[in-house]
Nanobody
Framework: QVQLVESGGELVQAGGSLRVSCAAS????????MGWFRQAPGKEREFVAA????????YYADSVKGRFTISRDNAKNTVYLQMNSLKPEDTAVYYC????????????????????WGQGTQVTVSS
């Protein structure tokens, strides 16, 4: 099992930037791909971005491509999501999650591939 704790969510104006973090503890962080998902009120939880266990591969939802960047620091057991050019529609609770597969050969984009989740951090973008 791995424990995940997100932080960094806050209220920001449209066009602004924000970085959220996810600190992991427990099982070997560097062996697992990590993902960011988000859930807005009344909506399904949706995929945002993912990064491979090595950090060499990343994948983004079309809605955030070119604006968001996922990265990881395996020495610090932390994964980050840098969010630029924020829009009101980015408002949501952001969750990090770890892939259920160690050393996965590909990045997963569906929530069913992830078996450990943080409690979430609220990001609110005002217009």
């Amino acid at each position: 099992q791995v424990q995940l704790v997100e932080s960094g969510g806050e209220l920001v104006q449209a066009g602004g930037s924000l970085r959220v973090s996810c600190a992991a503890s427990g099982r070997t962080f560097s062996s697992y791909a990590m993902g960011w998902f988000r859930q807005a009120p009344g909506k399904e939880r949706e995929f945002v971005a993912a990064i491979s266990w090595s950090g060499g591969s990343t994948y983004y939802a079309d809605s955030v491509k070119g604006r968001f960047t996922i990265s990881r620091d395996n020495a610090k057991n932390t994964v980050y999501l840098q969010m630029n050019s924020l829009k009101p529609e980015d408002t949501a609770v952001y969750y990090c999650a770890s892939d259920r597969r160690p050393w996965a050969p590909s990045v997963a984009t569906t929530r069913y591939e992830y078996n450990n989740w943080g409690q979430g951090t609220q990001v609110t973008v005002s217009s």
